[in-house]
């Protein structure tokens, strides 16, 4: 059942494993609090740690999706930065059999769609500071406005970084639900 397969966990849990899957689970918690609370118009996760993390899985996921067309090489950089988390999240339920890293990098993937979310909201204004240092109004790299542009879906960047959000916001609840079943269940089978 999948279930349960998404919620294995050690017959007996090392007491220090544990205390650093708490601390781990708080820490994302916290911050996940402020992901989710922050208003996409302000750009926390942009301004986050994080969003460096993301970037070159970002570019990365511009050359990758190159065979692919224009289309596809611009939404590539999007698709790159949320396709990452999702293959970490693979490796850790199917490789290393690890539900716990799993939530964590379902949180990830949460945080990756929220990432997204200012850059979309952006599309029509084009006033964030893009990688070279210029905003979207100097050079024509927005991925957004380009991408929109061409779907004829321009008018519709703040309804579709509003549902991105969402989605992120939808994603880290479950990381955390799921994150937190996994801990109560660990709890259980400490090795005193």
């Known amino acids: 059942m999948a279930g349960e397969w998404l919620l294995t966990t050690e017959e007996s849990v090392n007491p220090f494993h544990f205390a650093g899957r708490v601390l781990v689970f708080l820490l994302l918690a916290l911050w996940g609090w402020r992901f989710m609370t922050t208003p996409l118009e302000i750009n926390y996760t942009g301004e986050s740690f ?5 970037l070159p899985f970002h570019e990365a996921g ?69 990688l070279g240092g210029f905003t979207g109004k100097e050079v024509d790299a927005h991925d957004w406005n380009n991408l929109l542009t061409m779907l004829g879906w321009l008018q519709y960047d703040h309804g579709l970084a509003k549902l991105s959000h969402g989605i992120g916001t939808v994603l880290m609840l479950l990381a955390l639900a799921w994150g937190a079943i996994l801990l109560r269940r660990q709890y259980r089978r400490l090795d005193w």
Not at 121 to 128: F, P, Q, T
Request: charged letters at 10%; proline letters at 5%.
């Open 50 to 54: 994080l969003h460096l993390v993301n």
């Open 62 to 130: 511009h050359l990758l999706f190159m065979p692919f067309g224009r289309f596809l090489t611009i939404l590539g950089g999007s698709l790159g930065q949320i396709l990452m988390p999702l293959v970490c999240l693979a490796t850790f339920l199917v490789k290393t059999r690890d539900p716990f890293g799993g939530s964590v990098a379902l949180w990830w993937t949460a945080e990756n769609f929220m990432d997204v979310a200012p850059y979309i909201n952006d599309a029509r204004a084009m006033d964030l500071l893009l």
